[in-house]
């Protein structure tokens, strides 16, 4: 499984049972984001607490997807967890998905490796700059696809069609389970009486001090509750020092700076007061709050292009905690590049990560995250 846990919750917990269930499998593995997550935002809890709430609830082994690709669009984000995944020779891959069960995602992956050139055609066809990503992607696969009525606009349904893609180019690929969300849509904002309920709705519900016990495992209702909660505001004095400190020219090498967006940025950052308000001053049809967000962590992080490539080409497996079954895996795979601590050598070939998690301790009362720590084994 790929996963943030943002944080853990019940409907999780339904996931792993029924990817389980329906995969009969002797192991489960999640490649779960770090300290700072996919759509461009630190993690509510770090990333050893999320571990340890899935290796309570049904997961065997939990390891990290390093920030070079956890704060990514869902194409790198896919690249580099199916690659964790092959690395350990899993079989199936089971993802959540707001679109419908008997969507073949195998087929959709297939028909991308084999008319990728088409496809990257069609896409720069497209001259209406009013239009985002998701919106061009899926006037293009409704041209050359039109038997299957994609609609990149669901998160969940986005990732599943990316990990599709990125699975199809491996000779073993993995079989693709998807499973269908339970009662709570990604962008569900509300806690419902099932007790399951989106993590947008539990964040919401934890910045307003309501309770979300019901919908949450009791191993994350503790962290919750003993934890200093991570959101952008607490980083926004940073982020807004760096936007301040920095010169244009600085700010234009940063990953993924383009079109002039630096000039928005840095006049937004003298203006706002919070993070909120930063990104509505900068946000427009063409930037969205999403990619906002990951160009800020690149900012906040000083990420550079060729400094994320350099890291993209390091393979590692950076593990967070195991279950018996798990440790008994890991012992057939003494081939890999597995890391159980964090030294010099481990610290050298993962500079990055070591670096975002510094930086993530800022927030609040956060203990160390690398040097020091050992998988949580769960028995």
Same mark, same amino acid.
């Given at each position: 499984?790929?996963?943030?846990?943002?944080?853990?919750?019940?409907?999780?917990?339904?996931?792993?049972?029924?990817?389980?269930?329906?995969?009969?499998?002797?192991?489960?593995?999640?490649?779960?984001?770090?300290?700072?997550?996919?759509?461009?935002?630190?993690?509510?809890?770090?990333?050893?607490?999320?571990?340890?709430?899935?290796?309570?609830?049904?997961?065997?082994?939990?390891?990290?997807?390093?920030?070079?690709?956890?704060?990514?669009?869902?194409?790198?984000?896919?690249?580099?967890?199916?690659?964790?995944?092959?690395?350990?020779?899993?079989?199936?891959?089971?993802?959540?998905?707001?679109?419908?069960?008997?969507?073949?995602?195998?087929?959709?992956?297939?028909?991308?490796?084999?008319?990728?050139?088409?496809?990257?055609?069609?896409?720069?066809?497209?001259?209406?700059?009013?239009?985002?990503?998701?919106?061009?992607?899926?006037?293009?696969?409704?041209?050359?696809?039109?038997?299957?009525?994609?609609?990149?606009?669901?998160?969940?349904?986005?990732?599943?069609?990316?990990?599709?893609?990125?699975?199809?180019?491996?000779?073993?690929?993995?079989?693709?389970?998807?499973?269908?969300?339970?009662?709570?849509?990604?962008?569900?904002?509300?806690?419902?009486?099932?007790?399951?309920?989106?993590?947008?709705?539990?964040?919401? @519900?934890?910045? &307003?001090?309501? =309770?979300? *016990?019901? /919908? %949450?495992?009791? #191993?994350?209702?503790?962290?919750?509750?003993?934890?200093?909660?991570?959101?952008?505001?607490?980083?926004?004095?940073?982020?807004?020092?760096?936007?301040?400190?920095?010169?244009?020219?600085?700010?234009?090498?940063?990953?993924?700076?383009?079109?002039?967006?630096?000039?928005?940025?840095?006049? @937004?950052?003298? &203006?706002?007061? =919070?993070? *909120?308000? /930063? %990104?509505?001053? #900068?946000?427009?049809?063409?930037?969205?709050?999403?990619?906002?967000?990951?160009?800020?962590?690149?900012?906040?992080?000083?990420?550079?292009?060729?400094?994320?490539?350099?890291?993209?080409?390091?393979?590692?497996?950076?593990?967070?905690?195991?279950?018996?079954?798990?440790?008994?895996?890991?012992?057939?795979? &003494?081939?890999?590049?597995?890391?159980?601590?964090?030294?010099?050598?481990?610290?050298?070939?993962?500079?990055?990560?070591?670096?975002?998690?510094?930086?993530?301790?800022?927030?609040?009362?956060?203990?160390?995250?690398?040097?020091?720590?050992?998988?949580?084994?769960?028995?």
């Amino acid at each position: 499984m790929i996963v943030e846990y943002n944080p853990f919750h019940n409907g999780h917990r339904y996931h792993v049972t029924t990817a389980r269930k329906q995969t009969n499998a002797k192991l489960v593995v999640a490649v779960m984001s770090g300290n700072f997550l996919q759509r461009g935002e630190p993690a509510i809890l770090d990333k050893w607490s999320r571990a340890k709430a899935a290796l309570h609830n049904g997961v065997d082994l939990v390891i990290e997807l390093p920030v070079e690709w956890s704060i990514q669009s869902a194409d790198y984000f896919a690249k580099g967890a199916v690659r964790l995944l092959q690395m350990l020779n899993c079989t199936h891959l089971c993802f959540g998905t707001e679109g419908n069960s008997t969507f073949n995602y195998e087929d959709f992956g297939t028909f991308v490796q084999q008319n990728q050139k088409k496809i990257d055609q069609e896409f720069h066809r497209l001259s209406d700059e009013t239009m985002n990503f998701p919106q061009k992607m899926t006037k293009v696969f409704n041209l050359l696809y039109p038997q299957m009525a994609l609609d990149f606009s669901s998160p969940n349904h986005l990732l599943g069609l990316s990990y599709a893609k990125e699975n199809a180019k491996y000779k073993n690929s993995m079989k693709l389970v998807p499973i269908t969300r339970k009662n709570a849509g990604y962008h569900d904002e509300k806690l419902t009486v099932q007790g399951i309920a989106s993590a947008t709705a539990i964040r919401k @519900a934890l910045a &307003k001090s309501r =309770s979300v *016990d019901n /919908f %949450v495992p009791a #191993v994350t209702a503790n962290s919750l509750k003993n934890s200093t909660l991570q959101t952008w505001e607490a980083y926004w004095p940073f982020l807004r020092y760096q936007l301040l400190s920095a010169n244009l020219d600085s700010l234009r090498k940063i990953y993924q700076m383009t079109e002039g967006i630096e000039v928005r940025m840095k006049a @937004a950052a003298k &203006k706002a007061a =919070s993070f *909120d308000e /930063f %990104v509505q001053l #900068v946000k427009s049809k063409r930037y969205t709050w999403v990619r906002i967000q990951r160009l800020a962590c690149y900012v906040l992080l000083n990420i550079y292009q060729e400094e994320l490539e350099q890291q993209q080409m390091q393979k590692y497996i950076n593990i967070l905690g195991f279950t018996k079954a798990g440790q008994a895996f890991l012992k057939e795979k &003494k081939d890999l590049p597995l890391f159980s601590k964090i030294g010099k050598k481990e610290a050298k070939m993962a500079h990055l990560m070591l670096r975002s998690d510094q930086i993530y301790q800022l927030g609040g009362q956060l203990s160390e995250q690398n040097f020091g720590r050992k998988p949580y084994i769960y028995q």
